[in-house]
């Protein structure tokens, strides 16, 4: 069976370990938009075990943290779907009150235009906060 | 400030401890929606310590874990939104082909018409299932 996670990286890396990687997600309008992609193609997150669960939620809230940390957003919104493509994959969206689609979800009917354009350097700089976050987890 | 979720259940209560509750959403087309809403007036997942996240996590599994045995969905979508409402809770929909959103997110447009009426005693199932699971884990 043909799947997109399995077969492309999804966007930009900024992270991976033996289980899963973080990627940059390059939607105009979603500045720090990321991605954790489980690595096995596994559909629901309760058919990993207790540890994988665990471990996979561990870099969905560092990738949270560093959002925060770098954007300040007025709000996270993280959600894993995969309706379209059900390989485990966490989105982790940094929201602001001006993005295209506030205060709906990503997904609805967008309200307005995107307002700015994606600094070139960000998945550089995502990547290195959460390098460094991962490394000193406290 | 007034919250939606601070003065309402937001759902029909199905379980709940000192920390969170998870209700029932009854929303027409999509039978099993549950909500694990935290007890506390919280923005974000990384506002909880690590001990709370955890806990809150097992939870949103474990309702996971009840509605795929109970309903055999076609997919499980979790979301922790509250761009309207920013106070944490997940949203732990089970998915079906024919349900009025599928295979986007139910935040999108709608693609057609809820084909069935929720079962008056859906509640009362999840709530015994989801009893039972948190009594015995494994």
Redesign the interface.
């Known amino acids: 069976m043909a799947c997109d996670l399995c077969e492309t990286a999804g966007g930009t890396l900024l992270w991976q370990d033996e289980s899963l990687r973080v990627v940059y997600v390059d939607e105009p309008g979603y500045t720090g938009y990321c991605r954790v992609i489980w690595r096995a193609h596994v ?4 058919d990993l075990n207790d540890a994988e ?2 471990h996979c ?1 561990r870099i969905v ?1 560092a990738v ?2 560093v959002l ?1 940390a770098q954007f300040t957003p ?11 493509t ?1 390989h485990v994959h966490w989105h982790v969206i940094p ?1 602001f009150r001006d993005d295209p689609h ?4 990503i ?3 967008r309200r307005r235009n995107p307002s700015q354009a994606t600094t070139q350097d960000l998945p550089q700089r995502i990547a290195a906060a959460l390098t460094e976050k991962l490394a000193h987890p406290r």
Request: glycine share 4%; no cysteine; net charge neutral.
């Open positions: 559909q629901e997150m309760t669960r665990a939620m809230f949270e943290s925060r007025d709000k996270i919104n993280l959600a894993s779907l995969g309706n379209y059900p929201r506030f205060p709906d979800a997904w609805a009917t």
